[in-house]
Nanobody, 115 residues
């Protein structure tokens, strides 16, 4: 069992920045990958970014060049640096841990971008 706790969301203006954090209850190195997903009202949950245990990253086209995912294995924490935020980035952002045969999810942190 892994508990994931997200933080860092908030209300920002268009063009602003936020840094989201995801603290895991145990070692993230044992996970296949860690990731961030988001879900806007009335829409399906979508992938934002992932990072593997060896540091390979993948981003949704909509956030490439603006968001950066990183990890601190010593702190069991994954980050999502969100720059140049747009109103369409408004969503509940979830942390995900892919443990090969099971996925773990956090409760989410809200990001709201005003125009």
């Amino acid at each position: 069992q892994v508990q994931l706790v997200e933080s860092g969301g908030g209300l920002v203006q268009t063009g602003g920045s936020l840094r989201l954090s995801c603290a895991a209850s145990r070692g993230i190195l044992s996970m296949k990958s860690m990731g961030w997903y988001r879900q806007a009202p009335g829409k399906q949950r979508e992938l934002v970014a992932t990072i593997t245990s060896v540091g390979s990253t993948h981003y949704a086209d909509s956030v490439k060049g603006r968001f950066t995912i990183s990890r601190d294995n010593a702190k069991n924490t994954v980050y999502l640096q969100c720059n140049n935020l747009k109103p369409e980035d408004t969503a509940l952002y979830y942390c995900n841990a892919d443990a090969f045969i099971i996925d773990y999810w956090g409760q989410g942190t809200q990001v709201t971008v005003s125009s």
